[in-house]
T-cell receptor, first 117, second 110 residues
């Protein structure tokens, strides 16, 4: 149980295009999902907290108009990187908290590697 | 901001040896968690220890927590090649976000 999937797993796009990444909780409902970015050999940096039915809460320094987050249901959150540039190339990971279980553990997706040319 | 600091940043040992990684943090916490990340993959939750606990075991893993020193350690006994990965500690407070440390890259040499 507690499986989180991400799609796509890898994406290559041209500079200026927008990319949408999906995060799904497959066997549980998640009222809260988190989006992280990880650069090579570095730790995870939280970008935003996504709450079902409400606006996402962004961390300081993260542009909400560039990284659009939509959490339309209890099992799906999407991150859209708008007008992507090479510096947005990174590993994007989502995680989700199980609504019915304890609030302490986050279950992570396998990540999406974005390469912007 | 990242409040967890882990050491060592990198650790290389022989298969069968024990591996110890440390994590320090700065603010008060409700729990501390350890995660493993294989190269290019997502994170796998290993173990959670609450602030009122001092030690916890799970298989070959042993985690300690010293809230007075704001530090935790992860011990992997009888290491295997498959344990090669990056290990992160993350601190949590209630339902708030997790704050991750910088991680330790562990290499187990056959």
């Amino acid at each position: 149980g507690a499986v989180v999937s991400q799609h796509p797993s890898r994406v290559i796009c041209k500079s200026g295009t927008s990319v949408k990444i999906e995060c799904r909780s497959l066997d549980f409902q998640a009222t809260t999902m988190f989006w992280y970015r990880q650069f090579p050999k570095q730790s995870l940096m939280l970008m935003a907290t996504s709450n079902e039915g409400s606006k996402a809460t962004y961390e300081q320094g993260v542009e909400k108009d560039k990284f659009l987050i939509n959490h339309a249901s209890l099992t799906l959150s999407t991150l859209t990187v708008t007008s992507a540039h090479p510096e947005d190339s990174s590993f994007y990971i989502c995680s989700a908290r199980n609504r019915l279980a304890g609030q302490e553990t986050q279950y992570f997706g396998p990540g999406t590697r974005l390469l912007v040319l | 901001s990242q409040q967890g600091e882990e050491d060592p940043q990198a650790l290389s040992i022989q298969e069968g040896e024990n591996a110890t990684m440390n994590c320090s943090y700065k603010t008060s916490i409700n729990n501390l968690q350890w995660y493993r990340q294989n190269s290019g993959r997502g994170l796998v939750h290993l173990i959670l220890i609450r602030s009122n606990e001092r030690e916890k075991h799970s298989g070959r893993l042993r985690v300690t927590l010293d809230t007075s020193k704001k530090s935790s350690s992860l011990l992997i006994t009888a290491s295997r090649a498959a344990d090669t990965a990056s290990y992160f500690c993350a601190t949590g407070k209630g339902a708030q976000k997790l704050v991750f440390g910088q991680g330790t890259r562990l290499t187990i040499n056959p």
